[in-house]
């Protein structure tokens, strides 16, 4: 298996060790032409160096560099940011929220909300991109602690994922992988329709639910695997590569994660395969997410 390359501590440290080299390297995501201001346009500013805040010098508005970012109105030190992004990019297994809590002395809930906003800007990223090629699609089961099964009130269920894979020469190129309610057409079409172009080819088995592709304007190639000599495994290969990584992942890293918060674990583990080239730009390209992406409410979050 290959060595993962991200950056060194020391690299780290030279770069983000404190508030003001944080700031700037948000400011220049934020503003890489120079300072504009968001309400008038105008380019210059002051700087109130007590609450970091830079006030347009025509118009008076004030704005901070995490403004609107996944970083909105935090109170949090920058510096825990950054550690906190450098420590879910540093290792190909993540990062569990006790295990960050611990490291960046913060409390379990505030590390855990962290995680969830820079997966959260993972999913967005990743959400520009549309699989293209030949496409493998196949349904799995995530297995999940729930409340309520067995007589102890805890118990297991299943949460059906659908795996979608854009391959080229039989390369694997990009993945998605999505919780659904159930495994159904419209699940299936809803998730075809936004996420691979009209006129790409889609390769599924014999299932009745990827039945009526050809009809939604897709080239569709149907395995049927019964009296065929090779198995599930090696006719969508890639899928069932994916689907199994990402379990052992979740197994090792998080021992199990309910339902209302598995698609989040999932947009970090496909991101992080997505960039498996680029390992050593990892923590630039989250940053850069993070500086992008609109955030996410607390009633998303917790509702
Ligand atoms: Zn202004």
């Known amino acids: 298996m290959k ?16 508030e003001d080299a944080c700031r700037e390297k948000l400011f220049k995501l934020r503003w890489p032409e120079g300072f504009t201001c968001p309400h008038c346009g105008n380019t210059t500013y002051y700087y109130h160096s ?12 004030q704005v901070s560099v995490t403004a609107g970012t996944a970083l909105h109105r935090t109170k949090i030190p920058l510096v825990k940011w950054f550690w906190a992004m450098y420590l879910i990019t540093s290792d190909k297994r993540g990062i569990s929220a ?17 995680t969830h906003k820079i997966r959260k800007a993972m999913h967005d990223r990743d959400s520009h991109y549309d699989l293209l090629g030949v496409i493998e699609i196949d349904e799995t089961f995530i297995g ?16 059906p994922v659908i795996v979608s894979v854009s391959t080229k020469d039989a390369k694997m190129l990009f993945a998605k992988m999505q919780v659904v309610e159930s495994v159904n057409k ?3 079409k809803k998730i075809v329709s936004t996420t691979i172009p009209k006129g790409e080819t889609i390769k599924t088995d014999g299932l009745n639910v990827y039945k009526s592709l050809t009809n939604q304007g897709y080239k569709h190639e149907r395995i049927i695997i019964s009296g065929s000599d090779m198995n599930a495994n090696e006719l969508l ?21 309910d339902r209302k918060h598995l698609q989040s674990y999932l947009d970090e583990f496909c991101y992080r395969l997505n960039r498996r080239f680029h ?22 979050l917790y509702g």
């Open 3 to 18: 060595h993962y390359e991200s950056i060194s501590f020391f690299e780290f440290q030279r770069n983000y060790s404190t």
């Open 50 to 61: 007590v609450r970091h805040l830079y006030q347009c010098t025509e118009c008076k508005y």
């Open 98 to 114: 006790l295990e960050l809590s611990k490291k960046l002395e913060l409390r379990y809930e505030t590390a855990w909300t962290m």
């Open 144 to 159: 999940s602690p729930s409340e309520g099964v067995d007589k102890k009130g805890r118990g297991s269920e299943k949460i």
């Open 186 to 188: 419209e699940e299936i």
């Open 237 to 257: 290969k890639w899928v069932h590569i994916i689907a199994s990584n990402a379990k052992s992942w979740i197994n090792g890293t998080f021992h199990g994660i």
């Open 279 to 300: 390992e050593n730009e990892l923590l630039d390209r989250v940053i850069t997410a993070c500086a992008n992406s609109n955030g996410i409410t607390y009633a998303e």
